[in-house]
Every structure is written in C-alpha cells, then in structure tokens.
C-alpha cells in the first residue's frame, strides 16, 4: 500500500530549480560557515555518526566531504551531538542557541504544492511540528487551509518528510541570524 506521500507525489512535479541545486543544507549550529570547506574535507565525520547514533536513520549526510542535512526520513532532534563531537568547531557549542541553531537556510511552504493552499485538507505538517516542539501554531492556518509558517519555526525539518506532496521546502539564508 502506498504511503500518502507516496500517492501525492506521483501527482505532482517534483524537481530541483537553477538557485536550489547548488545549496547545500548545512547542519545546525554554524555560526561560520567559510570553515565548512576549510576543515570539513579534512575531518573524520564524527558528527555524522553521532547523528546516526540518536537518530533512526541520521540526517547528517556527506556531500563532496562536507556534511550536510537530509530531511527526507526525519527531522533534527537539536540534541546538539554534532557540535559536541566536532574537532575543529566548525559545529559551535552554545547552550543559550540550541532552540536556535543557526541553520543557513528556512523552511517554508511552496503554495502551489500544498494540498491546503488547493482546498484539500491537509494538517501533516501542523500534526508532526505538535508532537515534536514543546511550542504550539508553529505552523498556523487561517481556517482550514493557507498555512504558514511563524518566527517560533527552529527549523527542525520534521514536516518536511511527511508532507506528502514535497511542498515544505529549504530556501537558502545568506547570512547568520
């Protein structure tokens, strides 16, 4: 039997645009991204494996030697484990940022993939970010429908991997907030 995200995205274009296939979305708690490609090809990659070892799957990947995050299977615990582990602070340790981890990108909803924005209902993503954020209306809807995103989002990434139409997406952020 299908998944519904299997069944949606049979139905939708899913595909990479120009600006997003060259971002690369880094782990958490980044606060000087240049040292990714000074020290990260050069690194054993413990952060990867501590996040495998307290995720199911681990969503800390390799990517040309640089780790990276991958929401497809689930989101970030903000553990900070990575951090913990990394040698040469490329990942910082800030216990005040842990709600805040600094992430180089946003998560938000495309409209025009959302089954919410189509008249369909849909609460994916708003029953997921319940069940793992201790906030509530990180993800609010006028209604039934039209969802957005709020500034209490930490951008954990879990309703990412269940919307089943891929319409929960990264966009690249410039500079360190």
């Known amino acids: 039997m299908l998944s519904r995200r299997e069944l949606f995205s049979r139905f939708t274009m899913v595909g990479a645009t120009k600006e997003t296939q060259s971002f690369v979305p880094l782990p958490p708690y980044n606060f000087n991204r240049s040292l990714f490609s000074k020290f990260c090809l050069e690194c054993t ?4 494996r501590a996040c495998s070892e307290v995720c199911k799957e681990g969503i800390l990947k390799i990517f ?4 990276y995050v991958d ?3 689930e989101g970030c615990l903000l553990c900070q484990e990575c951090a913990k582990v990394c040698s040469y602070d490329v990942l910082e340790l800030r216990e005040e940022e842990r709600k805040n981890p600094n ?7 495309s409209a025009d993939k959302c089954l919410a924005y189509h008249k369909t209902l849909c609460n994916s993503c708003k029953d997921i970010c319940r069940g793992v954020n201790d906030k509530k209306d990180i993800i609010h809807f006028t209604g039934l429908f039209y969802p957005e995103i709020t500034e209490n989002c930490t951008n954990c990434g879990f309703c990412i991997s269940v919307c089943p139409t891929y319409a929960i997406v990264l966009t690249p952020r410039k500079e360190a907030i």
């Open 45 to 48: 990659k413990d952060c990867v």
């Open 64 to 67: 040309e030697g640089i780790p």
């Open 103 to 109: 992430w180089n990108f946003k998560i938000e909803i």
């Open 71 to 73: 929401f497809t299977q």
